[in-house]
């Protein structure tokens, strides 16, 4: 985002479609991993690749159409470079997530996640802004 002020529509939309991004990609995250570890039995340190895998591609399709606005048809290289700055972000938000649960291990897996996803917001946002939608 290059134009906007703090409070005006484009403010708005760029910041607000972030978080709605993130939101929906945490929402999707949480449902995947609880599926994964309460339906299919899968330990939730194995469950949360599947479930990040499948968040990550739900908030590049948001974060590339509401919050960056990008108008040209998505493309492999960006894709690329959005699961590359992703993976990075996941790597931190899987740091958090495990150390979490190796801590206080009677953790429900879904506050974890939700920690490790309040740590990697930031990564995610700086490398997407600089890195994949620079010039959006």
């Given at each position: 985002?290059?134009?906007?002020?703090?409070?005006?529509?484009?403010?708005?939309?760029?910041?607000?479609?972030?978080?709605?991004?993130?939101?929906?990609?945490?929402?999707?995250?949480?449902?995947?991993?609880?599926a994964?570890?309460?339906?299919?039995?899968?330990?939730?340190?194995?469950?949360?690749?599947?479930?990040?895998?499948?968040?990550?591609v739900?908030?590049?399709?948001?974060?590339?159409?509401?919050?960056?606005?990008?108008?040209?048809?998505?493309?492999?290289?960006?894709?690329?470079?959005?699961?590359?700055?992703?993976?990075?972000?996941?790597?931190?938000?899987?740091?958090?997530?495990?150390?979490?649960?190796?801590?206080?291990?009677?953790?429900?897996?879904?506050?974890?996640?939700?920690?490790?996803?309040?740590?990697?917001?930031?990564?995610?946002?700086?490398?997407?802004?600089?890195?994949?939608?620079?010039?959006?």
């Open positions: 985002m290059t134009d906007g002020q703090w409070g005006s529509p484009a403010w708005v939309r760029h910041y607000g479609g972030f978080v709605a991004a993130g939101i929906i990609a945490l929402g999707v995250d949480a449902v995947v991993l609880t994964l570890t309460e339906v299919f039995g899968l330990s939730p340190f194995v469950a949360r690749v599947f479930s990040i895998s499948v968040a990550m739900t908030s590049w399709l948001i974060n590339r159409r509401i919050t960056f606005s990008v108008a040209a048809p998505p493309t492999l290289a960006e894709f690329a470079r959005f699961a590359a700055v992703s993976w990075g972000a996941q790597a931190v938000n899987y740091g958090v997530f495990a150390a979490v649960l190796i801590v206080w291990p009677t953790t429900a897996p879904v506050v974890a996640l939700a920690a490790g996803s309040l740590v990697a917001m930031f990564v995610s946002y700086t490398g997407f802004r600089f890195g994949v939608f620079g010039k959006n």
